[in-house]
Structure formats: structure tokens, C-alpha cells
């Protein structure tokens, strides 16, 4: 009964989430902050895992190929499938669910203790729309520009990994980055990671907006934005792979 | 002029308001004190409109503001100001750009006169250079006064203060008061403040409403708490030792 209670509630902030703005000037400001804070921060965290995730991949690859009737492009064409397909939207999703979730969480949480969301909705202004809808407006335009760096950031990081182990020529995995290549599946990344960004911001501002209490509670807030991002990011990630690749 | 009129607020089984009717006026500085727990926040926060209460209404001059739909009462809000116990500043924003906020979201002034409002506010709580700074970089009694001065900076017609003087020391407290009061007169707004600070009612309190266990217990001018015989007043306002002789002189005399 209580999810039930939650999610409506959740589906109330998000009406008055999208309601109109109330000045846009102020909200176009607001999204370039958010912009930075949530994305332009994020780009060193993603170029870090992307690139050592890459190369993981690319070795666990090649020491898993063991048949020589294996062509040795696959491993270039394994690196850069995981990368696209799963790592660079799904991985990186949950990681910045873990940075960016709880950094919204927080925010919001200890707006609501310390009165500044009171004091936002006593000048008038409606507090859901102006502190949630950049979050949300900056996550999703700049979400897809992270899971394309994380991407060839992550195939470089292959490559890398093949020029120092040597387990494979440069050539072939070359080679395997650019065999038999679909396009479809970097939109199919793009739609999840578009989902995603939108679940990152909106659940954890629910957990950081209706906190009670004091820091102790933020925290949990904070903690508690993780936990259901996570999970609904893996949810959804199972119900759009079946609706889009099936 | 602000008047509650039999206003009810529960939460739960628990009633924490009940059947308060109380009429506030302009340009005086209404006070509204009580001891920890009596009502008197969940009151305030129905005054502006941060609780519905259950029953009763709420005008702000001939307007019911309680029953007012979303947009209606957003206007209204515009004409409010609100300081609050910990100064709610935004923590991000500068100390002018906190005063300045109200002037973005709901003028079309220039950021030039905006900066200057927001100056001429700064000026009004005596803090002029301290725009640049961060809220976290500032005292607690220049926090207060950075909440008066973004309280009035849309120059509002009501003023609402949540226990401007907790935490203060006694001389800063006098000095919040004072501008509390100077402020109320010049602008000519309806000024109500929560507090449960002595000194306050004593310097300040044009019209006292005394909230005991959820009810209205009592209300007056700070003058007439001397000569009140209300025993649970008595009790909350002669607490102390220096109180209490004070009382008794008064009655002797």
C-alpha cells in the first residue's frame, strides 16, 4: 500500500514539476548551473571508468578466446558492442545515479530542512518546478553526450590495452571496431540513456524534496535516491531492451 | 490587515489549533508568543499558507487567502514576506543575490535597479558590505538581517517573522527588534512575529496574542501584560526571578 502512496505522490511532484514556468529567464539560467553540475562535472568520473572498462573488456575478451577458429576481430568487435549496447548507458547510468542521485538528494534534502524550499513557496514561486526541472532538462540533453564520450573513450581504452599486452595486433582490432557495425544499436543507447537520466533526476528529487527531519534523514534520503534509481534504471533497462532489440 | 478566524489544525489524533480568531493591523508589529509546542509556528505557517487549516478561515484584507485556488494565492503571496528562524537563505547564492532573487522571479526590473534595490534593502538591515559574501561566511545576526532585507525586498504589503531573535545574542536581538519595528512603520505593513523572547514583546509588541496549549489564551498591548491577571500568561511571561519582581513592583505601584 505504501509504494502505491509513494508513487502517487511521485506523479503529483512531476505534474508540478512540469507545470509552466514561472519567469523563463530564470529558468534557462538555472539549467545552464545544472548543466555544469550535473554533467561537465560528471565528464572526469566517465572518461576514468569508460577508459579502464574498455580495456577490462578487451583483455577478458581475448583471454576468453581460446579457439583459433575465432577470427582475432572479435575482440575489437566485442570491446566496442559491450561498450555501446550496455557499459556506456546502463554502467554509466548507475554510476552517476550513485554520484549525480545522491548530490540531488541531498541538495534538495537540506533545502527542505534548513526552510528554503518554505521560503521558495512563500515568495510564490513553485518550488518542484524551479529546483527539479533543470535538473531534469540538463540531465537528459547532456546524459547522451556522456554515454557517446564513455563510448569512444571506452574503445579507446581497448585499444590502449591492446598496444601494451600485445594479445591481440592493432590491426585486427581495428579491424573489429569497425566489422559489422549498426548503427541502431547507438540509438538504442541513446533512448536508454535519455530514460535513464530522466529516472537519475526525477527519483532521486523526489527522496531529496519530501524529506522530514533533520541531517540524519538526509542522508537516508541521499541513500534511499541510489537505491530506487538503481533499481528503476534496471527495471527499465530490461523493458526497453525487450521493446527496442526484440 | 490579517485576521484568523476560527482557525482548527490537526495532525493526526493530536489537535494543535483550536478555534483561533484573531484580527492583526496594519502598520503595528503584532506578536504572537507562546511556549515551545503551544501552536504558535503551525499557526504562522497558516497565516501564509504553508498548512491548510482544517476549519476557519484566513483573510488577508477582504480576501479569504485559505480558499483561494493555486494561482490566486501565489499572487497574494508576491505581497509577502517571510523571515524565518534559521534565515532560509539559499546557500549557493550570494548575500545579494539572495535579496536579489525575489527582483529576478517577479519584476521586469533592469540588473542594474535590481542591484540597486537590493543595496537600498542591504542598506535598510545596516549590512551594505556584506553582498558579495556567501550566507555560510556570515554571523547569525547578519543572516537574520539578510532574511529581513529579502523579506522586503518586493517591498511587501505583510511580514511574517518566525522567531527572528532565537540564537541571537541579547544586543543583536534588540537590534533585529528594532528594525523589525522600524521597517513595519516606514512601509506601513502587517507585521506579525512569532517569538517567544521577553525583551521582544516588551520593545516591540504593538498588539501581543498569548497561544496557549493550541488556544488563544489572551491578547493585548505589551503594556497591558503587566496588569494581566490571565494566571497561564503569568506563568509563560514572569518566569524567571528578575520577571517576577518586575511584576510585583508593577503592582505595588
Known sequence: MNILIQIGKYFILLSKVFAKPEKQSVYYKQIVKEVHSLGLNSIGIVVIISAFMGAVITLQTAYNMENPMLPLYLIGLGCRDSMILEFSSTMIALILAGKVGSSIASELGTMRVTEQIDALEIMGVNSASYLILPKIIAAVFFNPILTIISIIVGVFGGW????????????????GIQY?????????????TVFFAFIITSVSS?????????????GRAST??????????????VILTQLLLS | ?????????????LKVLDNISVKFDQGKTNLVIGQSGSGKTVFLKCLVGLFDPDEGSVMYDDIVFNKLPFKAKKKIRQKVGMMFQGGALFDSATVLENIMYPLDMFTQL??????????FCLDRVDIKD???LFPAEISGGMQKRVALARAIALNPDYLF?????????????????????EITEEFNMTTIVNTHDMNSVMEIGDKVVFIYQGRKSWEGSNKDILDSSNEDLNQFVFANNLAKQLKKMSSNT
Do not use: W
Open chain 1, 206 to 218: 523526489f527522496h531529496g524534496y519530501f524529506v522530514k527531519g533533520g541531517s540524519i534523514e538526509v
Open chain 2, 130 to 132: 556584506a553582498g558579495h
Open chain 2, 110 to 119: 533592469s540588473l542594474q535597479e535590481k542591484k540597486e534595490r537590493a543595496r
Open chain 2, 1 to 13: 490587515m490579517i485576521e484568523a478566524i476560527n482557525i482548527s489544525k490537526s495532525f493526526g489524533n
Open chain 1, 224 to 237: 534511499k535516491a541510489v537505491v530506487y534509481s538503481s533499481i528503476v534504471i534496471l527495471l527499465f533497462n
Open chain 2, 161 to 181: 517573522c518566525d522567531e527572528p531573535n532565537s540564537g541571537l545574542d541579547p544586543k543583536t536581538a534588540i537590534l533585529i527588534d528594532a528594525l523589525i519595528k
Open chain 1, 180 to 192: 559489422a557495425f549498426i548503427p541502431f544499436y547507438v540509438t538504442y543507447a541513446m533512448v536508454k
Open chain 1, 160 to 175: 590502449i590495452a591492446v598496444l601494451a599486452t600485445g594479445v591481440v595486433s592493432s590491426e585486427y582490432f581495428i579491424i
